[in-house]
Structure formats: structure tokens, C-alpha cells
């Protein structure tokens, strides 16, 4: 085959070097020299290419002789210019584009110049794709990726300590969708699962977001709801400057904010060599007020299922008081060099740092019921801590970089591109310590549970209301917790023009790419027993009070805690302690080696002036090596599992059809097959007991998920920057995974109150609409031409086929991570000295965990965010902006089985920024 391959290519170099044809490259900028991306290459009337994410473009195989070259953009002036092709030879030219009118009124802080970019990109890809530019992000006030990606039509994300981490694409949970920097996927720092954590990223770190719903056969196939790629900055045509400094203010946590960011690009060595770095670096202080409560119900009837006519009441209570400190740096690095026209290298590279500082104050009313008229629980209360290293915090230390190599190069109409990719994620947590103190036996407690939102419960009798001589230690651990996920990654493709001009032109692309994976975890958790009751005694004379006067989840008061520096100071390896090695724990570790080879083929064809089509076939082999542990509850003994093998291979066809019915009128439809991997801790061959009763297991033979996706939309681009937008989707999925609990389950002959495995659920179908709108108002009166409105609506009927969970199988149920409705909307003014821009967001409830039953499936609430920001120009140069996020006090709600019943909600505050951005061209 390797043979085989060689005297393909060197048959194709000896007839592309005796063609009598030549080559047109170059770059395509504003007046600013920097690119445009997206722009649309017209030669002799037929568009032949876009440019790509950096500006470049090339035209191969084009006969020698006079021709004449167009290439427009959304918002810009058409440039028109004749050119001359010499055989055998390369012309190189740049294109500079200048702004159209509403552009060049608007030209100084203007939130349009951000809209052109994406809208040319978007409209120039021949998939279906959303795209967002750098300079229209900074128009949101949105600080990492994650609240970036939620403007996107048809996403919207999961929120930790009021920042975005997780993000939904159309209505599929955000393991079955996938994120890449510069074309690569990131690797993640969570153990258990492949959902990437979207806040490690700052939202100015990049050039662009570009979100491909339907993906092409040269892309990797695991993207069921889409694929996010994060495109970093290329080097401009001359130095540019350019920054951000500013701070804030967080009302929860009473606490101010900072951050800064610089952008530094050159050119070098006569232009050859483009260099640019970019620095973000954001210290935020954090805090959220938090009440938890899981469910229960009084079966008096000895029935197996839930009667919404029986009483039905909180059996645990949680009030939890967080602090927390943020620090996110970012550093990126971007070089490339052009040795001649026909060959350039790249090198990029990003490196993400965040450390986040948690401290966590936990009552917990547990095992509350009613006995003979009086409500009892059992009480504890929890301080989470580190040692003084560790700024006596609980630190999650993670870490993202990503460095690829990569190459283009033109051997006559073959064109060859490769890359080499590093990427390695880890999140290090060490000397995390918990210190517990409870009652012995279940205190009488007081209860209000006539409102489930907001059941409340506090103790009867004064000593148990406090922390006192009353209770006992119930609990001192520390763990050290290491996840480390390193990938390596190749490939190589090429790009053969057949027919490079008339109706008919075509181009055939093939490749192939190699992934390989290792991703470990290793935890070591320690137990600790004091000498005697002085620690005890002691901890209570370090008592600090950390109710709050306005604690905004409810009418809560956490009450006193053991401080967290009496706990981080404690020398738990002295004379004073006795630890012991918690096995039961340990089995959470586990080593995973994963290596997929893939390979595609695929033809650009041209069908006449308007129809273009792009069809192929993508091939991926999976293989898979997971090693964890097994705990024996009986014989306290931890084994290892020996490892777990499989491998399965995926045909994945796929067709985009794109037809210009007008000029700027599009219809497009996609027919793809996808897939995604079960998580990584799902395949892991372990055995973990918590508490002596409740057993989870793993699943080495769950199937991936697969998807059957059907898209049709039609777009229609404003030549004054604008877009209207609708179209449907469907997805036929198979194999869904989720995990499987349930109560009182016999397994190997022992009884367990709680049995949880990931399984393949079953079957869902997912029909979708989407609908979106941005354009400046003049078209509705003069007036009104300051006036923007961007809006985006997704609809989405999911329903689950052939569940295969016991006791649920006849069930009516939609597929987990899917809103039905997702809505985002912003009115923007814009007078070019000042851009200002009310932000919504929505996003109706979605089932999150499927549960044994009805009654405990976990809900992620209904969401409306209200974000508002302005930029207004002190001077070309200078820009002052000012942010306010959370306007509405959105908490982080899910419910159990019913909406009225809470079983999380936290609430983070409204928080501000302000600071000056200034651009400084060379």
C-alpha cells in the first residue's frame, strides 16, 4: 500500500510539472493589514476559492493568459483587478479590501466589523457553520469561551461557580460534541469523562470560533451535536500592539477583580517570517450561596413505584457557603514562514493555566424522618480545606496546552498539507482536606417542607443548632488527586484539482490522520484517626460563623464551622494522628490508552453555476486498553484488573449539497454520519464501594454512540452586513449511554442500597429547528440604522426509542442534555465612538440524569441571563469598556422529578467590570 501511494503521488507531481498551467496565492486584508478570512476568490466570473483562516488563498492549474480576478467580502468593496498566469510559474499578490459605507461610518469600535468576518467565513464554507470573530465576541461581555459559545444558534451551556464549563450543541450533551484548537481536539483535565472544560480558555485568546454543525468527511467523526474549533491568531502583515487592562467587582463574595491581556505580532526577515503572542491573564474572586436536597417518598402502599397523591420529602438537606479564587492565564505563541510562495510552515501553540482556590462550608440535615410526630435527621458539618501551601484552600490546579507543527505546500496542482500535534491536559489537587464533625444518633429537628422549592429544616435543641461538646469527629481525610490526558496526533492530506475551471471544476481530497491517547488518573486518599480528644476539643475553640445576613438561596443559615486554618494547620503525620490508606477509594483509579486511525476521500464537484456538492466517505479504527482496580468490601483488599481490550471499526458516508439560488442566498443540505466515544471512566473494568453499600461498576463492552444527521438550511447574507436564517435537522440516534442506578440491587449474590453501571440506554430521534436574524434596523426606518438586532432561536423535540433501562422501558422520555427551546437575543446601539449591547440568553429545562424512576430524574432548570456592555472610543487608539454579567441573579437550578422540587440551586450574584483597550499599529 505504502508503494502503492508513492507511484500514485509521484504520477500525479510529473503530470502536474508538465501542465502548461501556473498558480495565483496571496493574502487578502483590510486597510488595517489584517485578514480576512473567508473572502470569496472570483476568476473570470467563477468563484474558485475562499480564503482561509489567516487570509491566504491559492488557485491552482490555471491556463496561462489574461484573466480577471474579483474577491468580495460581506461589508466590503468589491476588488476588481486584471492578472496574468505564466506556465509553470506562481503569481503572488495581496488583495487589499476596503470597507463599503456603513463600515466606514462606523469604523473606530464598531461591533459590525466583527459580524462581516464571521458572516463572510460562514457564508463561504461549504458545511453547514456558525462562526464568530474575535472583535465580535469582544463586542459580548463574555470572559471565557464557554459564554461566548452560548450566543451560538442552537448551544447553550452548563455553568460552575457562575462561569460557563460545559456546552450544548443541539440539543446533545456535551460528551457527544467535540472542541479543537487550530483543527485539533483538546484534550481534557476532567477524569471521568471527554466533556472540555470551556472556562480554562479566555474568550480573547482566539481569532475566531467556528462551529460546524454537519461535518465533512475530512473532519473527525466524533462531533454528534458539532464540532467547535478555536482558531488562534495569525500573524498580521505589520506590528501591531494591542491590549486590554481593566478590573471589577463581585457582589457575592464582596471582593474585587483583575485582569489584563497583550497582543504583540511582527513581521520579520524581509516578511517571511510572521511572529505573534498573545497573553491573557484574569483574577477573579468567586462565591456562591448553595442548597441541596435529595428526595424521597413514603411507599405505604409496599408499591414499587411513586404516587405524586403519597407524601413525598427531603431525606438529606445540604447548605453549602463557597469561596472561591480564580486565576486564568493564557499564552499563545503563532509563527510562520514562507520559504516561497508554494511552501510555508506553521507552528502554533497555546498554554492554559487556571488555579482555582475553593473553600466549602457543608451543614448536612441526612437520613431525616418522621417518628411518631416528631422529625428527626442526623447532622454534620464539613470544612474543606488545604494546607497553608495552598493558601489553606482546597487548589484545582489545571493545565491545557496544545503546540501543533504544520505545512503547506504546492507540488504543481497537488496541494499537501500535514501537521504534528502535542496536546497534554492534567488537573493536579493536592493535600485537599475534609474535617467532619456529626451527631451521633439522629436530634430532633424542626421542618418546613410545605414549599419544596425551599424546603427548611434547622435542629429543635440549642446544642445541636452549633457545633458543641454534643457532637463528635466524625471524619478528618486528606487526598492528593493527579489526572493527566496526553495526546499525539498526525495527518497528512491532499488536495487535487481535476477540473479547475468551468461549470463542472472539481477537486478530489483524501488523507489520513492517526490519534493516540493516554489518559491516567492517580489518586491517594488517606483516612485519620487522632490520638485522644484534644484535636476534637481543640477544633471547637477554632469555631468561625459562616452564616450570611442575605444567604440568597433561601431562608438558610449554614451556622459555625471548624476554621479552615485550624484544619490546614493540623500535622496529620505527627503523633497526634493514625491514618490509614482508604482502599474503597483508590479503585477510582485507572490507565487508558486510546488510538484511532482514520482516513477519507472525498470530491469537491461543481454542478452547474450554482450547485456545488461535496461527497465522501470517512473511515475510523478504534482501539481501546483500559486497566482500573477493584475493591473487595469484605476482604478490604484492592486488585488491580489486568487490562481490557476492544476495538470496532466506523464506514462513515457523508453528502453537502450548496446552491446559490441568488447571489447571496444559499440552501444547503447535509447528510453525515457520526459518532461518540463513552466516556473514559465508563470503560474502565472497576469496582468501587462507598460507605460498605452502595457499588458502582464499570462497562469495558458499552458500544459507542452513533448518529444518522439530516440538515437542510437556507441563509441569506445582507450586502450591509446582515443575515437571515432558518432550517431544520434531525438526527436518528443509537446506543446512547447512561448510567444506570438502582436501589436495593443483588449483585454477585450481596445485596447493595445503591447499584450504579453506564449502559447503553437505547435508541432517540431529535428533530430540530433554528431560526436566526442579525442586521442593523435601517431597513425599517432611517432612524433606526444605529440600532442592531442579533437573535437566534433553536427548537428541539427529542424523544428516546427502545429504552433499554429496567423499569423504564415503556417510558415517554426525551434524551439527556436536550432543551427544548434555546433562545439568544441582543440589542446593540452603535454610533462608532460608542457601541453599547443588552445581552439574552435562555434555555428551557432539559432531563440531565435519567433516574430508577420518574421521581429521581435529575432536571437542569430553566435559564434567562441578562448581560449588558458598552466600548466607547477615547480616541483611534483607545477604548474604554465597561461589562455587567448576571444582571438577573440566575442561579444554577436542577430539580428532582418535578420543578417544584429543588435538588440543587446556587446563586452567584451579579458581578462588573470595567477597563481600556488600546490598539497600537506599527
Known amino acids: 500500500m505504502r508503494n502503492l501511494l508513492l507511484l500514485c503521488f509521484l504520477t500525479l507531481l510529473c503530470t502536474c510539472v508538465c501542465a502548461q498551467t501556473g498558480t495565483l496565492t496571496g493574502r487578502v486584508v483590510d486597510e488595517s493589514n489584517l485578514p480576512l478570512a473567508g473572502a470569496t476568490v472570483i476568476v473570470n466570473t467563477e468563484a474558485i476559492t475562499v480564503a482561509d483562516a489567516n487570509g491566504f488563498f491559492n488557485v491552482r492549474s490555471l491556463p496561462t493568459g489574461e484573466h480577471a480576478l474579483k474577491v468580495t467580502y460581506i461589508g466590503f468593496t468589491d476588488f476588481d483587478q486584471p492578472i496574468t498566469i505564466t506556465a509553470g510559474e506562481t503569481t503572488e499578490m495581496d488583495v487589499l479590501m476596503k470597507p463599503g459605507v456603513l463600515l466606514a461610518e462606523v469604523a473606530i469600535v464598531s461591533q459590525l466589523r466583527g459580524q462581516a468576518r464571521a458572516l463572510s467565513t460562514q457564508q463561504a464554507a461549504v458545511n453547514i457553520t456558525n462562526v464568530i470573530a474575535a472583535d465580535q465576541i469582544g463586542r459580548f461581555p463574555d470572559q471565557n469561551i464557554g459564554d461566548a459559545l452560548k450566543r451560538v444558534p442552537g448551544i447553550n451551556v452548563q455553568y460552575d461557580q457562575g462561569e460557563a464549563r460545559f456546552g450544548n450543541i443541539r440539543g446533545t450533551a456535551p460528551q457527544l460534541s467535540s472542541v479543537m484548537i487550530n483543527g485539533e481536539r483538546i484534550p481534557s483535565a476532567e477524569a471521568e469523562v471527554r466533556s472540555i472544560q470551556l472556562d480554562l480558555i479566555p474568550s480573547d485568546m482566539v481569532q475566531a470560533v467556528e462551529v460546524s454543525k454537519a461535518v465533512t468527511p475530512d473532519m473527525d467523526a466524533d462531533a454528534i451535536g458539532g464540532a467547535a474549533n478555536l482558531v488562534t491568531r495569525a500573524a498580521p502583515y505589520e506590528r501591531r500592539i494591542s491590549g486590554t487592562l481593566g478590573g471589577g467587582y463581585n457582589l457575592l463574595a464582596e471582593q474585587p477583580t483583575f485582569n489584563g491581556g497583550l497582543i504583540y505580532g511582527d513581521r520579520y526577515a524581509d516578511g517571511k517570517l510572521g511572529v505573534i503572542f498573545s497573553g491573557s491573564y484574569f483574577n477573579n474572586q468567586l462565591g456562591s450561596d448553595n442548597v441541596e436536597a435529595e428526595w424521597t417518598y413514603d411507599d405505604e402502599n409496599d408499591n414499587d413505584r411513586f404516587d405524586e397523591g403519597e407524601n413525598n420529602y427531603p431525606e438529606e438537606i445540604q447548605i453549602r457557603q463557597y469561596y472561591l479564587q480564580r486565576i486564568r492565564q493564557s499564552y499563545s505563541l503563532s509563527l510562520d514562514y514562507k520559504f516561497d510562495p508554494k511552501n510555508t510552515i506553521f507552528f502554533r501553540g497555546i498554554y492554559n493555566h487556571r488555579n482555582d482556590w475553593e473553600n466549602r462550608y457543608r451543614a448536612v440535615y ?209 503523633a497526634d494522628f493514625e491514618g490509614e490508606q482508604a482502599l474503597s477509594e483508590l479503585a477510582g483509579n485507572f490507565d487508558a490508552d486510546e488510538n484511532i486511525i482514520g482516513a477519507y476521500a472525498m470530491l469537491e464537484q461543481q454542478l452547474g453555476p450554482k450547485l456545488l456538492a461535496v461527497a465522501g466517505l470517512r473511515l475510523e479504527r478504534t482501539s481501546l486498553e483500559y486497566s482500573g482496580f477493584r475493591y473487595d468490601d469484605e476482604e478490604e483488599t484492592l486488585t488491580a484488573t489486568g487490562k481490557a481490550t476492544s476495538d470496532y471499526t466506523n464506514l462513515l458516508p457523508g453528502l453537502h449539497l450548496k446552491y446559490n439560488l441568488k447571489k447571496n442566498t444559499i440552501l444547503r443540505f447535509a447528510y453525515t454520519n457520526t459518532l461518540a466515544r463513552p466516556n473514559y471512566f465508563d470503560l474502565v473494568p472497576y469496582r468501587q464501594i462507598e460507605d460498605g453499600e452502595d457499588l458502582s461498576i464499570g462497562n469495558p463492552d458499552i458500544d459507542p454512540t452513533r448518529s444518522l444527521n439530516l440538515d437542510l438550511m437556507v441563509e441569506h ?123 439574552l440568553n435562555y434555555a428551557s429545562s432539559f432531563i440531565d440524569e435519567v433516574g430508577d424512576e420518574a421521581f429521581t430524574d435529575v432536571n437542569y432548570n430553566a435559564v434567562t441571563y441578562l448581560d449588558f456592555n458598552f466600548n466607547y472610543s477615547l480616541s483611534p487608539r483607545f477604548t474604554l469598556y465597561g461589562n455587567a454579567n448576571n444582571l438577573l441573579n440566575q442561579p444554577l437550578r436542577y430539580f428532582q422529578g418535578s420543578s417544584e422540587r429543588t435538588f440543587q440551586a446556587e446563586y452567584y450574584n451579579v458581578r462588573f467590570d470595567l477597563g481600556v483597550k488600546f490598539d497600537l499599529a506599527k
Do not use: C
Open 366 to 574: 441526612k437520613d431525616i424522618e418522621e417518628e411518631d410526630g416528631q422529625w428527626v435527621a442526623e447532622l454534620e458539618r464539613q470544612t474543606k480545606s488545604g494546607t497553608e501551601d495552598e493558601k489553606y484552600a482546597r487548589l484545582e490546579d489545571q493545565k491545557m496546552m496544545n503546540f501543533s507543527l504544520s505545512g503547506e505546500h504546492l507540488f504543481g496542482k497537488l496541494k499537501t498539507t500535514w501537521s504534528a500535534n502535542y496536546a497534554r491536559a492534567s488537573e493536579d489537587r493536592p493535600n485537599e482536606r475534609y474535617y467532619e464533625i456529626a451527631t451521633d444518633d439522629v436530634v430532633p429537628v424542626n421542618v418546613d417542607f410545605d414549599n419544596p422549592e425551599e424546603p427548611l429544616i434547622n435542629a429543635t435543641e440549642s446544642a445541636f443548632q452549633n457545633p458543641s461538646s454534643a457532637w463528635e469527629l466524625s471524619e478528618i481525610t486528606e487526598e492528593t488527586q493527579f489526572t493527566e490526558d496526553v495526546d499525539v496526533n498526525g495527518r497528512l492530506d491532499f488536495e487535487l484539482p481535476l477540473a479547475t475551471t468551468g461549470p463542472s471544476r472539481n477537486a478530489l481530497k483524501f488523507g489520513a490522520r492517526l490519534r493516540t491517547k493516554n489518559k491516567v488518573r492517580d489518586n491517594d486518599f488517606y483516612e485519620y484517626e487522632p490520638v485522644g480528644d484534644n484535636v476534637f476539643n481543640q477544633g471547637l475553640n477554632n469555631l468561625e460563623d459562616q452564616s450570611r445576613d442575605n444567604f440568597l438561596a433561601g431562608d438558610y443559615q449554614a451556622g459555625s464551622f471548624i476554621s479552615r486554618e485550624y484544619v490546614g494547620d493540623l500535622n496529620l503525620r505527627g
Open 717 to 839: 447574507y445582507f450586502g450591509n452586513i446582515g443575515l437571515v436564517s432558518g432550517g431544520v435537522f434531525f438526527k436518528d440516534i443509537s446506543d446512547f449511554i447512561v448510567n444506570q442506578s438502582l436501589d436495593d440491587f443483588t449483585f454477585e449474590g450481596t445485596e447493595y442500597g445503591s447499584f450504579t453501571q453506564p449502559i447503553n440506554g437505547g435508541n432517540a430521534n431529535l428533530l430540530g429547528l433554528e431560526v436566526a436574524f442579525q442586521r442593523q434596523l435601517d431597513f425599517i426606518a432611517p432612524a433606526l440604522r444605529n440600532f442592531g438586532l442579533y437573535f437566534n432561536y433553536t427548537f428541539i423535540d427529542s424523544k428516546v426509542t427502545e429504552f433499554n433501562f429496567e423499569g423504564r422501558e415503556n417510558e415517554d422520555l426525551s434524551l439527556p442534555g436536550a432543551p427544548k427551546h434555546t433562545l439568544n437575543a441582543s440589542l446593540a446601539y452603535d454610533t462608532g465612538n460608542l457601541t453599547t449591547r443588552l445581552s
